[in-house]
């Protein structure tokens, strides 16, 4: 069984910083890229940024320039350091793992979610 636990949201100002972590754990064999998501009241959940096990990364227009994905220290993590945050950066954001398991076969995993608000 794979599990992703997110850890890092909370209230900011606008303007202000926030850096997401998340971690993948359980009996993993291969991660192959990990991700964060958001979804916002009444809109879809929608890519924020994305990075595959080389290194390689992608944003949403809306967060270039602002936001920074990387590969954390630890084995199976990804952080999400955001910057110059604006209200509509307002969502849930969960953490998307696409992993193989040890003993399943590869998949996409999903954290349970953390909340980050973006308000004066």
């Known amino acids: 069984q794979v599990q992703l636990v997110e850890s890092g949201g909370g209230l900011v100002q606008p303007g202000g910083s926030l850096r997401l972590s998340c971690a993948a754990s359980?009996?993993?064999?291969?991660?192959?890229?990990m991700g964060w998501y958001r979804q916002a009241p009444g809109k879809q959940r929608e890519l924020v940024a994305a990075?595959?096990?080389?290194?390689?990364?992608n944003y949403a227009d809306s967060v270039k320039g602002r936001f920074t994905i990387s590969r954390g220290n630890a084995k199976n993590t990804v952080l999400l350091q955001m910057n110059s945050l604006k209200p509509e950066d307002t969502a849930v954001y969960y953490c998307?793992?696409?992993?193989?398991?040890?003993?399943?076969?590869?998949?996409?995993?999903w954290g349970q979610g953390t909340q980050v608000t973006v308000s004066s």
């Open positions: 998307q793992g696409d992993v193989s398991g040890m003993y399943s076969r590869r998949s996409d995993y």
């Open positions: 359980g009996t993993i064999f291969r991660v192959y890229a």
């Open positions: 990075i595959t096990s080389d290194g390689s990364s």
